[in-house]
């Protein structure tokens, strides 16, 4: 298998198409050369270390408009890299958007064609809501109950947006103390070991009885 001479430029940085600065090493390498062996080739010239580092391999092609640089992937780019033309096709894309349709008025269309009605498919509509037996919505008119208004006695509004001025309710006067609606005294505490009025049997001063004979 046959070998080529392979220029590693590393330690710089891209301007446009051209590499400037850094250090540049020659060497041989098969024909036959995969991605992950251009990988390692280049990990061990740069002093790369995998972990830390992002590896990005890039290419000079030389093109019919000048000098382009490609991404190297995998190893169909290393294959295109490693052919034997110097010189590369190159196919450019369209800086606007072509419309190669003309204007509707420009169309060449037959006077048999134009003279075809076209007519819509053939339509069934789905199965929806019925029209006589369902429940009519809220925007549906049927029987209305009319509103009354507490305060003014008409119709077609309520209290809370009538429009009439309320009437004033005179002032009732405040209920005594003798009246019906005041509440009873409360009756105080009796004591049931002393019959005494004032306090109950736990705050009684006699002393308990303590239970049991000798």
Known sequence: MGAKKLVIHHGGSWVANCYEGGMTKWVYVPIG?????????????AKVDAHRSTLELCSLAFTTTGTVRPRIENDN??????????????????????????????????????????????????????KKKRFKSAGEHGNVKTRNCTICKKSGHNRQNCKNPQPCQAPQPCPSATSGTSKRPRRPYRCRKCGEEGHNSQKCPLPSEVGGTT
């Open 33 to 45: 050369l995969t991605y992950d062996d251009l990988v390692k080739l280049v990990q061990d010239v």
């Open 77 to 130: 780019d290393v294959s295109c890299m490693m052919d034997e033309d110097k010189l590369l096709p190159e196919v450019d894309r369209f800086e606007e958007g072509s419309n190669t349709l003309c204007a509707e008025c420009e169309w060449n269309i037959p006077q048999d064609v134009q003279s075809k009605v076209v007519h819509p498919p053939p339509f069934r509509a789905q199965a929806g809501r019925p």
